[in-house]
């Protein structure tokens, strides 16, 4: 009957799972006709797709972004091999809404299989569940190599705990062994200890060299921690001659090579320029992700339990300390110790090691996520894999249940937020805007408007338009074939920086003589403007270090349609957008 309801109780927790996942399906099928992405990278990243395989020019050279110039990405072919062949099945635009989901679904079916035979348990499973930033994460309609990376690093992470665990019994049953035999043989010779279950060995094999091929920043770093957390955990144990599998070692060295090539040579061959250096500090600050979050924020995404866990874990490990005056037998030594921290060489010592060990991997990334919201990413996992470890002593277990469905109150107020009335106006006026984007400027752009008496030209179109606008511009160009490219000054990505400047500059230029100049430099076809110019003013001002702007500038001019430069012709506006031509 308990396996029964708790069988319940995790389809229940896991349907909360995919719900959240699912959230924002109305903002991503818009229409019938209209599948939306919710970040502009995501558009970046289905253009690619749009324009070829992973492996063509279009990967390696983005001509739709920093137009005419173009950039050399950073963005591996880890994440577009899977949507491309998901693409090539259900079709381009449902292939970007459904691959972070499935990649979702999955996780979460990864922590079930893990949670199920642990205790408490149920609370790693709701941490990585209900966490507001693990569904933006697994978003549908956010086809972004976050997910992938959160999923192989998860995987990673809960195979590495395996191998700690794992190997703690068999070298304590091999020391055993060979005590047994030192008092029971007159000429005794050490065992060899055979091998852990191979299963975490190969998982973590597989996944880390992957993740590291989707990005060398996270996973690099969270490796680096589990290694050196291995090393402490395990001592000379970590990597023992004995025990070592090389068919193993063969299958991570094979898998090394595509973020070897596709990944770190690409960076190191490709630095990036002065000019973006320059203007990084000041773009990052308006980017999300890039951000310091407030504990409010930290605690809305994983509760107020969870950031304890250290504490616990520490308490937990170190009150069963037991000093010892020798570890070895060795009289040489060894580099690594036999046993770190001064512990005795058994099951109970190890488990205390795996304890301090999680306590400082999780101080480590609550660290990361306090610097960079982007590392926030991380925190619910790692916190769910610390759970049933820091709540094994927990002094209140009778009260434990309503305690940590308490904890999850600020949980619960920022989902409360995403759907408040606030929230969901900006939510259906960015709808109205894909749509009027797809349907009715990107036509007028590339040349197939009636009225304008133009019919499909072959020249790709360079537009000036908002940065957070311009990937999604590329795409519907990409979208509607051969001929109708349509290129962009601005980007998404920090490689673009020097066209976000650009068109920042353009937008603030009060003087027709230099807006002139930006526009013949980057050869641009038509200008666009939002006009809600408060959000332009937002991004540009601070990119360039300026602090207000006049009306005489050039964003302001446009957008009411007043005193418009004479080598500037409206062609065409709706509710949102006026769109110019340049004149020759």
Known sequence: MKRIIRGIFFAGVLALGVAGMLSRWDDVFVEKNVVAFLDPDCYSRMTRIA?????SEVSRLHLFENAPQSVVPHTTAAMDLPLSVLAKIIGMDYAGAWISPLLGFLFLGVFVAWAW????????????????????????????????????????????VGIWRRMINVSSDSRESSESRLINDSNP?????EGAKPVSHWIAAVVWPLAL?????????????????????????????????WAVVAVTLVLLVPALVDGLWRGIANPLPSETLEYFSAWAKTIGELQRPSWKLVFGWIGWLAPIFPALLLWRGVSNLVPVFRCSSDPVGRLIPDCPLGLRPNKKSGLNRILIALAVLFCIVLALTLWTARWGYFLPVVA?????????????????HTLFVVSLWPVASTWDAKFGDEQMALRLEEREEACLLKDDVVPWI??????????????????????????????????????SSVYCVAGSSHQS????????????????????????????????????????????????GEKNATTACMVYRLAKGQNVPPFLRLVHRNQFFKLYRVSE
């Open 51 to 55: 324009y070829g395989s992973p492996w």
């Open 117 to 160: 035979r642990r205790n408490y348990g149920w609370i790693a499973l709701m941490l990585v569940a209900t966490s507001p930033i693990l569904a933006h994460g697994f978003s549908i309609g956010r086809p972004d190599h976050q997910s992938l990376i959160v999923l192989l690093c998860a995987v990673g992470l809960l195979a590495e």
């Open 189 to 193: 010779t050490t065992p060899r200890a």
């Open 213 to 245: 091929w989707t990005s060398l920043f996270e996973p690099l770093i969270l490796l680096t921690c589990c290694l050196v957390a291995r090393v402490v955990v395990l001592g000379r144990d970590a990597f023992p001659r004995e025990r070592r599998d």
């Open 384 to 400: 769910a894999v610390c759970a049933p470890f820091a709540l094994g002593n927990f002094p209140w277990k009778k009260s434990l």
């Open 446 to 483: 590339t040349g197939i408007s009636k009225a304008d008496g133009i019919f499909e030209s072959s020249t790709p179109k360079i537009v000036l338009a908002p940065w957070w606008l311009s990937p999604e511009i590329a795409y519907w160009g990409a979208c509607r074939g051969s001929g």
């Open 497 to 544: 920086l020097p066209g976000i400047a650009d068109t920042a500059k353009f937008y603030l230029s009060t003087t027709d003589a230099y807006a002139l100049k930006i526009l013949q430099a980057r050869k641009v076809d038509y200008v666009l403007v939002d006009t809600a110019v408060e959000r332009t003013l937002q991004t540009s001002l601070p990119l360039l």
